[in-house]
C-alpha cells in the first residue's frame, strides 16, 4: 500500500512538473514571437536560447514541437538558413510521433512558418504549396484562426506575384474568417492587411476605412506594433493622393506609436519617411534634420538597409542646396552600404540554396526510410490476407488522393504559366508594332520628301532653265541666277540624303549587308573617323520590319560613337547563320564609366533595349575611360523572320 501511493504521488509529481514546463515554455515562445514581431532581434535571441535550454530537458511533445518551430523562426529572421532547417526538421520529427490531430496540427503550423524562407528567396511556387497544404489542414480541422493567418499570408504572396484574382480571393477569404474570430491582434494585422490589397486595386478610400478599423481593434488589444503600421499605410495612401500636410500627420503618428512600443526598426522607418517627404516638400532644413536623426538611429541598430535609404536621400537634399562636398560624402557612403548589401544578399542565397540542398536531401533520406519500412510491413502483413486487402484499399483512395491534388497543382501551375508567357508575347507584339507603325510614317515622309517636295525643287529648277534661255543677263546677274540654280541642285541632293536615310532603298531591294555596308561608306566620306563593316556567316533576306529594326540600331549606334566618342576608327560587324544574328558597333574613342551615367542621358539607350527586347533579342554595352566602347545586340532563332523570296537583284 504504502508503495502504491508513492508510485502515484511520484507520477502526481511528474505530471506537474511537465505541465509547469510545458506553460513555461508557451510563455517564453511566446515572448520570443512577439520580439520578432517588433524586429528586436537581441530580446528575441535572448528568449530562444532559453527556449532550447528548455526543451533540451523535455519529453517530446506539442509544446517542444512548437516551441522549436519558434526557434526556426528566429532564425529565419536572422537569417541564418542553415539552423531555421535544422530546427524545422526537429520540429517536424516531433510532430511524426504525435497522434492526431496534434501531429497534424503541429505539421500544419510548421509549414505555414517554412514557407517564408521560400518566399523571401523568390521561390514563390514552393511557399504557395507548403502554405495551401497548411490550408488544407486547418481546414480539416476547422482551425479557423490559422486558416485566417495562411490566407493572409496567401493573399499577400499572390499580390507581390501579380495574381489580382487570387489575391482578392485569399485576402476576402482571410477578412471573412478572421470576423468571427475573438483574437483581437489577429483581426487587427488581417484588416490592415486586407487594406494594403485594396490600396495596390486603386481603391483608396475603401483602404483608408480598413486602416482605421485594423487602428481602432488594435488600440483595445494594446497591439502597438498594428497601429504603427497601419497610420504607416495610411501615409503612404494619402502620397498617393498627393496630400503630403496628411502624409506628414500619419507619418509623424505612426512615429510616436512606434517609439512608445519600443519598435526600434519602425521608428527609423517612420523618421527617414518623414524626413524625405519633408524634402520632397523642400523644407530642406527640417528634413535634414529628421533624415540624420533617423541615420544616428539606424546607425545604432546596425540596420544597413535602412542607413543606405537615407544615405541616398540625404544626398540629394545636399546636392539640391549646394553642399556638393556633404553630398558627396553621403554619395560615399551609400555607396559602399550599396555594395555590402548586394554582397550579403548573395551570400544569404547561397546559404539559402545550401538549406535547401540539404532538406531536400533529408527529405529523399526520409522517403528511402519509410520505403523500407513500408516493405518491412507489407511482409508482415502478407500473412494476414483480410488486413492487406483493407489496407491496399485505403493506400489507393490515399494515392488517388494525392494524385488529384498534385494534377491540380500542376493544372494551376502551368495555367499560370501560360497566362505570364501570354502577357510577354502581348507586350512583344504590341512593341513590334509600334516600331512598324514608326517606319511605316518614316516610309510615308521619305515618299513625300522624294516624290513631292524633291519633284518640285526639280520643276522650279526646269522652269528657271527655260525662263534665262530667253532672256540676256548681266554677268552679276547670270552669276546670282546660277549660284541659285547650284543652291537647288544642293538642296535636291540634301532632301535625297534625308530620305535616303529615313527609307534607306538599298535596304528594301538587297538587304542588311548591303544597306549596312553602303551606309558605312556614305555617314563618313572624308574617314573622320574611319568606320568599316565586316560581315560573317551565311547571307539571306529577313522580314522588312526585322532588318529596318536592325538597320536602325546599327544607325544609332555609330551615330552615338560620332557625336560622343571622339574616336578615330569605328568598325561595324555584322554575324548571320541559319539561328542567329548579331550586331557590333566597336569604338576606340574616349569610353565613359557605366556607373556614373546620368539617367536623363540614358533615354537612348533604353530605347536600344526596348527595339532589340520586342523581337526577342538581348542587348548589351561595354565601356570603359580610355577603352572605348562597345555595343552588342543578338538575336538566336531568326529563322521565324526569314523571307520566303530569296531573290536578290544587287
Known amino acids: 500500500m504504502k508503495t502504491l501511493l508513492l508510485t502515484l504521488m511520484s507520477t502526481i509529481l511528474t505530471a506537474s512538473m511537465t505541465l509547469a514546463s510545458e506553460t513555461e515554455i508557451q510563455r517564453k515562445s511566446d515572448s520570443c514571437m512577439f520580439f520578432l514581431r517588433g524586429s528586436q532581434m537581441d530580446r528575441a535571441a535572448f528568449f530562444s536560447n532559453e527556449i532550447k535550454t528548455m526543451a533540451f530537458n523535455m519529453n517530446d511533445s506539442f509544446e517542444k514541437g512548437e516551441a522549436m518551430r519558434i526557434v526556426a523562426n528566429f532564425y529565419l529572421e536572422k537569417p541564418d538558413y542553415d539552423s531555421a532547417v535544422y530546427y524545422f526538421d526537429l520540429s517536424s520529427a516531433i510532430a511524426s510521433q504525435l497522434l492526431s490531430p496534434e501531429n497534424d496540427l503541429l505539421k500544419a503550423r510548421i509549414n505555414f512558418s517554412y514557407s517564408l524562407m521560400f518566399y523571401r528567396n523568390g521561390d514563390f511556387e514552393k511557399a504557395i504549396e507548403m502554405l495551401l497544404e497548411a490550408e488544407y489542414i486547418f481546414t480539416e480541422l476547422n482551425d479557423k484562426d490559422w486558416i485566417a493567418e495562411t490566407c493572409n499570408r496567401l493573399g499577400g504572396i499572390y499580390l507581390v506575384f501579380g495574381n489580382a484574382e487570387k489575391a482578392k480571393f485569399y485576402n476576402l477569404k482571410a477578412y471573412n474568417f478572421v470576423k468571427e474570430s475573438s483574437n483581437v491582434s489577429l483581426q487587427s494585422k488581417v484588416l490592415n492587411a486586407y487594406g494594403n490589397y485594396l490600396l495596390e486595386s486603386g481603391k483608396v478610400d475603401s483602404a483608408m476605412v480598413q486602416y482605421d478599423l485594423a487602428i481602432s481593434i488594435a488600440k483595445k488589444s494594446g497591439n502597438k506594433k498594428i497601429i504603427s503600421d497601419a497610420l504607416y499605410n495610411k501615409a503612404f495612401a494619402f502620397s498617393k493622393q498627393e496630400e503630403y ?181 502581348q507586350a512583344l507584339l504590341s512593341a513590334q508594332a509600334s516600331i512598324k507603325g514608326e517606319e511605316n510614317e518614316r516610309t510615308r515622309i521619305a515618299r513625300d520628301l ?165 523581337f526577342g533579342g538581348m542587348f548589351d554595352l561595354s565601356a570603359e575611360i580610355g577603352g572605348g566602347t562597345e555595343v552588342m545586340a543578338s538575336f538566336d532563332n531568326i529563322y521565324q523572320f526569314k523571307q520566303n523570296d530569296q531573290d536578290i537583284d544587287c
Open 245 to 425: 500636410e496628411k502624409v506628414l500627420h500619419y507619418y509623424n503618428e505612426a512615429l510616436e506609436w512606434a517609439r512608445s512600443g519600443n519598435l526600434n526598426y519602425d521608428v527609423v522607418d517612420a523618421l527617414y519617411k518623414y524626413g524625405l517627404t519633408l524634402y520632397y516638400l523642400e523644407r530642406f532644413d527640417p528634413a535634414r534634420d529628421s533624415l540624420q536623426k533617423a541615420l544616428k538611429a539606424a546607425k545604432e541598430m546596425k540596420t544597413r538597409t535602412l542607413q543606405r535609404n537615407i544615405y541616398d536621400a540625404l544626398n540629394f537634399l545636399e546636392y539640391e542646396t549646394g553642399n556638393y562636398k556633404t553630398a558627396y560624402e553621403y554619395l560615399g557612403s551609400y555607396v559602399d552600404l550599396a555594395h555590402e548589401l548586394f554582397t550579403e544578399d548573395e551570400q544569404k542565397h547561397i546559404n539559402y540554396l545550401q538549406a535547401k540542398f540539404e532538406s531536400q536531401k533529408k527529405e529523399s533520406q526520409l522517403i528511402i526510410q519509410q520505403q523500407k519500412i513500408r516493405q518491412r510491413n507489407l511482409i508482415i502483413l502478407i500473412s494476414l490476407t483480410l488486413l492487406i486487402s483493407l489496407s491496399a484499399i485505403i493506400l489507393l483512395m490515399l494515392s488517388r488522393h494525392r494524385k488529384k491534388r498534385t494534377i491540380a497543382r500542376q493544372q494551376i501551375a502551368l495555367a499560370e504559366e501560360q497566362v505570364a508567357r501570354l502577357k510577354q508575347e
Open 450 to 614: 522624294h516624290d513631292g517636295l524633291g519633284g518640285m525643287l526639280s520643276g522650279v529648277k526646269l522652269t528657271l532653265n527655260h525662263a534665262i534661255g530667253r532672256q540676256v543677263l548681266e554677268e552679276n546677274q547670270a552669276n546670282q541666277f546660277y549660284n541659285v540654280l547650284e543652291m537647288i541642285d544642293n538642296s535636291v541632293a540634301e532632301l535625297r540624303r534625308i530620305a535616303h536615310n529615313m527609307m534607306p532603298e538599298t535596304l528594301i531591294r538587297c538587304g542588311l549587308r548591303s544597306a549596312l555596308e553602303q551606309f558605312c561608306e556614305a555617314v563618313s566620306p572624308n574617314e573622320k573617323p574611319k568606320i568599316s563593316f565586316s560581315f560573317f556567316g551565311d547571307f539571306f533576306r529577313l522580314e522588312k520590319s526585322f532588318e529596318l529594326m536592325v538597320y536602325r540600331l546599327v544607325q544609332e549606334m555609330t551615330t552615338n560613337a560620332i557625336r560622343h566618342a571622339e574616336a578615330s576608327e569605328i568598325k561595324v560587324e555584322l554575324i548571320q547563320n541559319e539561328e542567329y544574328l548579331s550586331i557590333r558597333v566597336i569604338d576606340n574613342g574616349k569610353g565613359f564609366d557605366q556607373e556614373k551615367l546620368e539617367p536623363n542621358k540614358g533615354n537612348g539607350l533604353r530605347n536600344l533595349q526596348s527595339r532589340v527586347a520586342s
